[in-house]
Protein backbone atom coordinates (compact mmCIF):
# COMPACT_ATOMS: atom_id res chain seq x y z
CA UNK A 1 0.00 0.00 0.00
CA UNK A 2 1.17 3.92 -0.56
CA UNK A 3 1.37 5.86 2.10
CA UNK A 4 1.54 9.71 2.95
CA UNK A 5 0.67 12.82 5.00
CA UNK A 6 -3.04 13.28 4.69
CA UNK A 7 -4.67 16.50 6.16
CA UNK A 8 -7.53 15.09 7.90
CA UNK A 9 -10.58 17.48 9.27
CA UNK A 10 -10.19 19.30 12.88
CA UNK A 11 -12.74 17.56 15.30
CA UNK A 12 -15.53 19.12 16.02
CA UNK A 13 -15.64 21.43 13.08
CA UNK A 14 -13.48 23.58 14.46
CA UNK A 15 -12.18 23.68 10.53
CA UNK A 16 -8.20 22.92 11.87
CA UNK A 17 -6.50 20.36 9.79
CA UNK A 18 -4.52 17.88 11.17
CA UNK A 19 -1.90 15.90 9.57
CA UNK A 20 -1.98 11.68 9.87
CA UNK A 21 -0.77 8.86 7.93
CA UNK A 22 -3.20 7.41 5.75
CA UNK A 23 -3.63 5.55 2.56
CA UNK A 24 -3.80 7.34 -0.74
CA UNK A 25 -3.92 5.89 -4.20
CA UNK A 26 -4.61 2.10 -5.23
CA UNK A 27 -2.76 -0.86 -4.55
CA UNK A 28 -2.85 -1.56 -8.32
CA UNK A 29 -2.96 0.39 -11.85
CA UNK A 30 -6.65 0.37 -12.73
CA UNK A 31 -5.34 -0.27 -16.20
CA UNK A 32 -3.33 -3.33 -16.53
CA UNK A 33 -4.24 -4.44 -13.04
CA UNK A 34 0.12 -4.19 -11.96
CA UNK A 35 0.96 -4.14 -8.38
CA UNK A 36 2.30 -0.73 -7.65
CA UNK A 37 4.18 -1.79 -4.36
CA UNK A 38 6.45 -4.49 -6.45
CA UNK A 39 6.52 -2.23 -9.65
CA UNK A 40 6.34 0.98 -8.57
CA UNK A 41 5.56 4.07 -10.69
CA UNK A 42 7.55 7.17 -12.25
CA UNK A 43 7.24 10.38 -11.52
CA UNK A 44 6.59 12.61 -14.56
CA UNK A 45 6.07 16.81 -14.38
CA UNK A 46 2.94 18.73 -15.28
CA UNK A 47 1.30 21.90 -15.22
CA UNK A 48 -2.25 22.84 -15.14
CA UNK A 49 -3.37 26.33 -16.13
CA UNK A 50 -7.11 27.84 -14.86
CA UNK A 51 -7.93 30.03 -17.65
CA UNK A 52 -10.98 32.57 -17.77
CA UNK A 53 -10.70 34.59 -20.92
CA UNK A 54 -12.21 38.19 -20.67
CA UNK A 55 -12.44 38.36 -24.38
CA UNK A 56 -14.64 35.53 -25.48
CA UNK A 57 -18.07 36.34 -26.02
CA UNK A 58 -20.21 36.55 -22.08
CA UNK A 59 -22.46 33.38 -24.01
CA UNK A 60 -19.77 31.34 -24.16
CA UNK A 61 -17.27 32.38 -21.54
CA UNK A 62 -16.08 29.38 -19.41
CA UNK A 63 -13.74 28.50 -16.71
CA UNK A 64 -11.13 26.43 -18.61
CA UNK A 65 -7.95 23.87 -17.31
CA UNK A 66 -5.34 23.58 -19.76
CA UNK A 67 -2.87 21.14 -19.05
CA UNK A 68 0.72 21.78 -20.31
CA UNK A 69 3.83 19.29 -20.16
CA UNK A 70 6.12 22.05 -19.36
CA UNK A 71 5.89 25.49 -18.28
CA UNK A 72 4.98 28.00 -21.26
CA UNK A 73 5.22 31.83 -21.68
CA UNK A 74 1.71 31.89 -23.54
CA UNK A 75 -1.65 30.14 -24.09
CA UNK A 76 -3.71 30.73 -26.60
CA UNK A 77 -7.59 30.53 -25.76
CA UNK A 78 -9.32 27.51 -27.19
CA UNK A 79 -12.56 29.54 -27.46
CA UNK A 80 -11.34 32.67 -28.83
CA UNK A 81 -8.16 32.19 -29.65
CA UNK A 82 -6.46 35.06 -28.23
CA UNK A 83 -2.75 35.04 -27.17
CA UNK A 84 -2.06 35.35 -23.14
CA UNK A 85 1.19 36.05 -22.22
CA UNK A 86 3.16 35.82 -20.23
CA UNK A 87 0.99 33.15 -19.13
CA UNK A 88 1.62 32.91 -16.01
CA UNK A 89 0.91 37.61 -15.08
CA UNK A 90 -1.75 37.43 -17.43
CA UNK A 91 -4.79 38.54 -15.40
CA UNK A 92 -7.40 36.10 -17.33
CA UNK A 93 -4.75 32.90 -15.72
CA UNK A 94 -6.23 32.31 -12.37
CA UNK A 95 -4.44 29.58 -11.51
CA UNK A 96 -1.04 27.80 -12.57
CA UNK A 97 -0.22 24.62 -10.67
CA UNK A 98 3.03 22.05 -10.91
CA UNK A 99 1.32 18.29 -11.13
CA UNK A 100 3.60 15.85 -10.39
CA UNK A 101 1.95 12.62 -11.44
CA UNK A 102 2.98 8.62 -10.86
CA UNK A 103 3.21 7.13 -14.62
CA UNK A 104 2.65 2.84 -13.93
CA UNK A 105 5.93 1.34 -14.60
CA UNK A 106 3.70 -1.65 -15.86
CA UNK A 107 1.53 -0.24 -18.96
CA UNK A 108 2.62 3.49 -18.90
CA UNK A 109 -0.36 5.13 -18.38
CA UNK A 110 -1.10 8.00 -15.76
CA UNK A 111 -2.05 6.16 -12.32
CA UNK A 112 -2.34 9.13 -9.72
CA UNK A 113 -0.89 12.78 -8.77
CA UNK A 114 2.32 11.87 -6.41
CA UNK A 115 2.45 16.13 -5.69
CA UNK A 116 0.30 19.25 -6.25
CA UNK A 117 2.45 22.77 -5.90
CA UNK A 118 0.57 26.06 -6.45
CA UNK A 119 2.31 28.54 -8.24
CA UNK A 120 -0.18 30.96 -8.55
CA UNK A 121 -4.37 30.88 -7.20
CA UNK A 122 -5.94 34.10 -7.37
CA UNK A 123 -9.74 32.29 -8.08
CA UNK A 124 -10.53 32.72 -4.49
CA UNK A 125 -10.58 28.50 -4.30
CA UNK A 126 -12.83 28.17 -7.44
CA UNK A 127 -10.59 26.37 -9.77
Known sequence: ????RVRKRGVGGDGRGRIRLGRVGQESCQ???????????NEEVGYLYGVE????PPATRRSLVLARE????????????????PAEQHPDVLVVKEMTYERCGGCGERCGVARVRKLKDISGGTM
Do not use: I, K, Q, S
Open 70 to 85: VRVAFLDCPGCGTRLE
Open 53 to 56: CARC
Open 1 to 4: MAFC
Open 31 to 41: YCGVDLDEVPP
